[in-house]
């Protein structure tokens, strides 16, 4: 059986009989995808979890709007990066956080997570990660873990292709040299 | 590599060629990186996936039977962010005022500047100096208030009708947001 494509998703959504079922499968279609990306971001599973749930609410309130001016992906990427980073600025304001603070306390979430399961090296390459600026953080996971072209990039981030793909190599080169040390 | 279900042929063809790419081009960077393997180290509880979109019917079951219309909520919403942005724009304007007329230093004394939008949509008042405070007396890069807009603006940015409340308000009170734009990469930068 053909998989639909985001045009006949969001066709049945929008026209079709049976809404819910057409988001279900939109659902199905991204939930990982989502998930992975926002659980890099913000490390702890339980934050991810509610945090996949808010992007998909969110989703299916804004969908009825949405113009295809952006990829159906590229839109819900963008949905779910805003919630990621909103989260990590609400953790900042309510625990009186400064940046630094933030990624330190991210590293020990790192540490102490029941569900890591990755060998020194891979958190290692984690906590380099975590040691970029949320930005480039955001910038790098796309490029490295999620394999978005750069123009997709510019799309979720709203920025241009060619400082998306300065911003990539410069943290490659922070990450390298972290592993190194 | 993670497998997302439900892709389409052409969508994994896509991001093979994608992959393949981004691989080459890391090789040339990097020495010790060899692109992602599997999750990382990050694991699940089982059958999350399976679990989850039951846990997003659910949630979106209670969003629709509880109180108001959830669309008056969110016009409700995108209201005060609006006025938010709207209220910035005047602080800014105001303090480029206040500096032109020599009343306070020039533009870099003041180019780390402090903007906290979600400050402002959190509170049931917005309040002019409290604005021009956070403006100009707080630690933020003018880049930072920037990306603060961004944040903030992101979800709507497909929305004309939120861009044409912004643009009225500023005509209304004679504030030319190009001059505004083009003031702010001049002297922040």
Same mark, same amino acid.
Not at chain 1, 131 to 137: A, D, F, H, I, V
Not at chain 2, 15 to 18: N, W
Not at chain 2, 27 to 30: A, D, H
């Given at each position: 059986?053909?998989?639909p494509g985001?045009?006949e998703l969001?066709?049945?959504f929008?026209?079709?009989d049976n809404?819910?079922y057409a988001?279900n %499968?939109?659902?199905?279609? &991204?939930?990982e995808?989502v998930? $992975?990306?926002?659980?890099?971001l913000?490390? !702890?599973h339980?934050d991810?979890d509610?945090?996949?749930?808010d992007?998909?609410? *969110?989703?299916?309130?804004s %969908?009825?709007k949405?113009?295809k001016?952006?990829?159906l992906?590229? $839109?819900i990427?963008r949905?779910?990066?805003?919630e990621s980073l909103?989260?990590?600025k609400r953790?900042?304001?309510h625990?009186?956080?400064?940046?630094?603070d !933030?990624s330190r306390?991210?590293e020990?979430?790192?540490e =102490?997570?029941?569900h890591?399961?990755?060998?020194?090296?891979?958190k290692?390459i984690q906590?380099?990660i975590l040691?970029?600026?949320?930005?480039?953080?955001v910038?790098?996971?796309?490029r &490295?873990?999620?394999?978005?072209?750069?123009?997709?990039? =510019?799309?979720?981030?709203g920025?241009?292709?060619?400082?998306?793909? =300065?911003s990539?190599?410069?943290a !490659? *080169?922070k990450?390298?040299?972290y592993i190194a040390? | 590599m993670l497998?997302?279900?439900g892709l389409t042929d052409?969508?994994?063809k896509m991001?093979?060629?994608?992959r393949e790419?981004i691989?080459?081009?890391l090789? @040339?960077?990097?020495s010790s990186?060899r @692109?992602?393997d599997?999750?990382?180290g990050f694991?699940?509880?089982?059958?999350y996936?399976?679990?989850l979109?039951?846990?997003i019917?659910?949630? +979106?079951?209670?969003?629709?039977s509880?109180g108001?219309?959830?669309? #008056?909520?969110?016009?409700y919403?995108?209201m005060?962010r609006a006025a938010a942005?709207f +209220?910035?724009?005047i602080?800014?304007?105001?303090?480029f005022?206040?500096?032109r007329?020599g009343?306070?230093?020039t533009?870099s /004394?003041?180019? @780390?500047?402090?903007v906290d939008l979600?400050?402002?949509?959190d509170?049931?008042y917005l309040?002019?100096?409290?604005l021009?405070?956070m403006?100009?007396? #707080?630690d933020l890069?003018?880049d930072?208030?920037?990306?603060?807009f961004e944040?903030d603006a992101v979800?709507w940015?497909y929305?004309? /009708?939120y861009?044409?409340?912004?643009l009225e308000?500023?005509?209304?009170? @004679?504030?030319?947001?190009?001059y505004?734009i083009?003031?702010?990469?001049l002297?922040f930068?």
């Open positions: 059986m053909t998989k985001d045009d969001l066709r049945m929008n026209e079709g809404p819910d988001f %499968l939109i659902v199905r279609k &991204y939930q995808m998930y $992975w990306h926002v659980r890099r913000v490390i !702890v339980e991810a509610d945090i996949v749930q992007v998909f609410v *969110k989703v299916w309130k %969908l009825p949405f113009r001016d952006s990829a992906y590229t $839109w990427y949905i779910a990066t805003n909103s989260f990590l953790k900042k304001r625990m009186f956080l400064s940046i630094g !933030v306390q991210l020990e979430s790192l =102490a997570d029941v890591y399961r990755g060998s020194e090296m891979e290692k906590k380099a040691s970029l600026p949320e930005k480039q953080r910038v790098f996971n796309l &490295y873990f999620d394999e978005m072209k750069y123009e997709d990039m =510019a799309e979720v981030l920025t241009s292709a060619g400082a998306l793909k =300065a990539y190599h410069h !490659v *080169k990450i390298e040299k040390s | 497998i997302f279900r052409k969508d994994e991001r093979k060629e994608t790419n691989r080459k081009e090789e @040339g960077l990097s990186l @692109g992602p599997g999750n990382s694991s699940l509880p089982d059958n996936f399976e679990s979109p039951v846990n019917q659910t949630r +979106l079951k209670d969003e629709r509880s108001p219309s959830v669309f #008056s909520v969110f016009y919403s995108r005060v942005v +209220l910035l724009l602080g800014i304007a105001f303090g005022y206040m500096i007329s009343e306070y230093g533009y /004394e003041y180019a @780390g500047t402090y979600e400050y402002f949509t509170q049931s309040d002019h100096t409290l021009y405070d403006v100009f007396e #707080s890069t003018a930072e208030i920037l990306y603060e944040i979800l940015d929305d004309d /009708e861009l044409e409340i912004l308000d500023s005509r209304y009170y @004679g504030i030319e947001s190009s505004l083009s003031s702010l990469d002297n930068n």
